[in-house]
């Protein structure tokens, strides 16, 4: 009976892995099913002030384990999320918490200072601040000025 069951869990996972490949494929890199092997944490971009702001979800991911990088245009966030071994565990009815390492990646909309990238991570959430540059923040706020009075 025991080999039964492998074969339906081997099934399960090769359908699971196939539709990982599938939304991977339509909707992106930053896109993925709940999953051991991989995940990425749900972001917000948005500006404040003088600053383009990416926030992530990084929850139980220790700072020492997140790698954050900035070239052409592209905010790119990777670390690791270890599983909580803190007790010994015998058995799962349910396992949503995705573990091991991530991946996000996130285009840069708007030109910034790399050289002025802040970074804090605090309460389960990392907030990158990204200077604008003072040129190209005047043309957007007139943009999205011209774009509300309509």
């Known amino acids: 009976m025991a080999s039964g069951r492998r074969g339906v869990l081997s099934s399960l996972l090769g359908i699971h892995a196939d539709l990982e490949r599938m939304i991977h494929d339509v909707v992106g890199e930053g896109a993925r099913v709940g999953s051991s092997r991989s995940w ?3 972001a917000d971009v948005f500006v404040t002030g003088s600053h383009l702001v990416v926030r ?3 929850a139980g991911v220790p700072r020492d384990k997140i790698d954050v990088s900035f070239r052409k245009g592209e905010l790119r966030v990777r670390g690791v999320r270890l599983e909580c071994e803190d007790q010994p565990k015998e ?3 349910q396992m ?3 573990n091991g390492p991530f991946e996000r990646r996130v285009k840069v909309p708007l030109p910034v200072d790399p050289d002025r ?3 804090v991570s605090r309460d389960g959430i990392l907030e990158i601040r990204m200077p604008i540059v003072a040129e190209e923040r005047q043309s957007y706020v007139r943009i999205r000025t011209d774009a509300g009075a309509q």
């Open 91 to 93: 058995g799962y009815w």
């Open 40 to 42: 990425a944490p749900p």
């Open 56 to 58: 992530l979800e990084v």
């Open 117 to 119: 990238i802040e970074a």
């Open 96 to 98: 949503e918490i995705a």
